[in-house]
C-alpha cells in the first residue's frame, strides 16, 4: 500500500505555488544556523527545503513522512532519526487551514500524526500557508488516522460523530488508515476531545492554539508578512481581506 503523505514538486502548476514560495523563503529566513528543525510534509515544505538547503546553516532535521526525509536528504540536509536528538529548537510545517482563534487543520497529506508529534515537541511551530488556507470558520472535512486493527469497530465509533470517508489506499508511514471525518467544525475543541476519548484514533487533524508560535502567510507578489501567535492567537490582521 503507499504511504499517504507527499512533497510534492514545487515546480508543478499549483497556482498557489507563488503565494507558497514566497512563505516557504520567508520562513527559511527565521531558521537559525545550527539549530535541531523539525520538516514538515506537503507542497509548502516543497518549496522550503530547497530555500532551507541554499541557506548552509548546518542544521540537524527530524522528518514528519519518508517523502520529506527523502526529499531533503537529496538536497543535503542532514536527516536523524527522532530518537536520536533530545529536543528540537523549532518546526515548520504548511496546514490546509488557519483560522483567526488559532485552531489548524492538518492532514490534507495523511502527515498529521508525526507533524503534531513534532510540532508539540518542538520549542516553536512555524506554519506556512498561503492566503487561500486562511479561513474565517473551520470546515469539513477532518483528517483523521485510524487504527488498521479494528479498523471497522472503530469507524463504526468515530461515525457516530460524523461520515468517515476512507482514503482508497492511504496508509499512514506508521500503518494507521487515513480517513476523512465529515462533521462541523463549530466547536474544535469539543470534537478533539471526542475523538482523543475513542481507543483506535491514533490522532486527528486538528492542531489546538497552543501549538502554533508564527504564522508566515506568503502572496502571490511574494512578499510575505509574518504573524507571531501571542497566547495561542495571532496578532495580525491577514485575515481582514475575508470580509
Ligand atoms: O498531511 C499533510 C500536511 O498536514 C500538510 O502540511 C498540509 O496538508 C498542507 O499541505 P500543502 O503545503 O501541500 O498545502
Sequence with gaps: MPSAASVTDPGSSDPEGPAKRAAAETAAALVPKGCLLGLGTGSTVGFFLPALARRQLDCTCVATSPATAEAATALGLRVVPFDDIDHLDLAVDGADQVAPDGWLVKGGGGAHTREKIVAAAAERFVVMVSPDKLVAALHPPLPLELSAFGFAAV???????????????????????????????????????????????????????????????GQPDGTAQVVPFVDGRPTGEVWGALG
Excluded at 468517515?164 to 470534537?191: F, K, T
Excluded at 492542531?207 to 508560535?213: M, Y
Design 155 to 217: 469507524r463504526r465509533a468515530v461515525g457516530r460523530l460524523g461520515r468517515v470517508e476512507r482514503r482508497a489506499g492511504a496508509l499512514s508511514p506508521q500503518g494507521g488508515v487515513i480517513c476523512d471525518l465529515h462533521v462541523e467544525l463549530s466547536d474544535p475543541a469539543g470534537l478533539a476531545a471526542a475523538l482523543e476519548a475513542i481507543p483506535g484514533v491514533v490522532e486527528h487533524g486538528l492542531f489546538p492554539p497552543g501549538l502554533t508560535s508564527t504564522l508566515v502567510v
